[in-house]
């Protein structure tokens, strides 16, 4: 079995760039839209049935869509390789910092929560020093490229 070794310098890894993340984020976003849509189709059509087992099961199909998209949006990045669908696009990765195995569920949600509660104030830390957003910092994760 192999020792993981820690890395302390910024040039033991190739950080995605601002630009890469960013795109790979619009990905992953146009997936949890995608879904939302489905949802609000689903709804458009739960309104031309009638019967109580038609809205009974419209109704259980709008709960799992929203619990779907998030889902995707907290645990995308603890898919294989932690890699969401954007960063499997872009050939990016998400891994643990400082010590580099991919990114856990635990990590994943630690990491996407500050997105969703900070948004933008958060996507600006990808501009200094490591490319770490708070999430990062707080999840103990580091973008790279593949």
Known sequence: MSQV???SSIGTYDLASPIKRLAGYVVDMA?????????????HFSFRFSSELGLTVFQGVDYFLTLLAFAYFLFC????????????LFKMSVVGFPYGPPCTVLQSALRNVP?????ILDGVFVFFGFRRRLGD???RTVVVNL
């Open 31 to 43: 997936v949890v839209f995608f879904v939302l849509f489905l949802k609000s189709v689903m709804l």
């Open 5 to 7: 070794e820690p890395i």
């Open 137 to 139: 910092m707080l999840a």
């Open 77 to 88: 990045d603890a898919l294989p390789n932690g890699q969401s669908l954007g960063k499997r």
């Open 115 to 119: 997105k969703a509660l900070f948004s």
